[in-house]
């Protein structure tokens, strides 16, 4: 429970510290485009992965066109009664910031018949509230990848630790093994210090018969 107000504060926190979306010109096919921007407070990839994975789950899937994911014969509710096709693109906030992504929606009919405030300005209006829902979205995908990671870390540290039981266990193995070795080389050299004495003797015995 902890962890899911954590979740919705800094979700909500996202929501309300970045730039509002806004209705903005975007260049497509040499024509200028009007388009619905948003600023967002993560990575380009973890963007359009969210995107991605969000509507493949409704049963789309995006073809690349143009620096633009595309999704074409889209039904979402929260925009329309219609059917749409949806661009998106996601490029970093600056060439030096990769962790901050400006968000880029486009929305036609068909046939590049490009939606435009002008036109209808409900559509344009709820697909601001789409992409600024989505902010949710991606918090979300961002803490399950930053999970996932996590796990992988704590699971190649697991093995480590395993490795390390079992190395552990190896050379405890080795040194009750080097202990006996060691014990048995004492009595080793004890019984050949016996030898030792025991020939000393015998050679003194022998000398003892010389003849002066």
């Known amino acids: 429970m902890k962890y899911f107000f954590l979740f919705i504060f800094t979700a909500l926190s996202i929501t309300s510290t970045f730039a509002q979306t806004r209705v903005s010109t975007t260049e497509y096919l040499k024509t200028k485009r009007q388009s619905i921007v948003a600023d967002f407070p993560f990575s380009p990839k973890t963007v359009m992965n969210t995107i991605e ?33 949806i661009y998106f693109m996601a490029e970093k906030k600056s060439k030096k910031d990769n962790d901050n992504a400006v ?8 046939y590049e018949n490009f939606v435009t405030e002008k036109d209808d300005e409900t559509i344009i209006n709820n697909a601001k509230n789409y992409l600024d829902n989505l902010k949710l979205s991606v918090t979300a995908y961002d803490l399950e990848d930053q ?8 699971r190649k540290n697991e093995k480590k630790a395993a490795n390390l039981i079992d190395e552990g266990q190896s050379l405890e193995s080795k040194l009750k093994k080097l202990q006996q070795q060691i014990e048995d ?18 050679l003194d015995m022998l000398k003892g018969r010389r003849q002066g």
């Open 103 to 110: 968000v880029t929606m486009m929305l036609s009919k068909g």
């Open 53 to 85: 994975e969000k509507l493949e789950k409704m049963g789309y899937k995006g073809k690349d066109a143009k620096d633009f994911l595309v999704f074409k014969g889209v039904t979402l509710p929260e925009i329309g009664t219609g059917v749409y096709d």
């Open 185 to 202: 080389n004492k009595k080793d050299q004890a019984d050949q210090n016996s030898e030792v004495e025991k020939q000393k003797e015998i």
């Open 147 to 154: 999970i996932k990671e996590q796990e992988s870390v704590v």
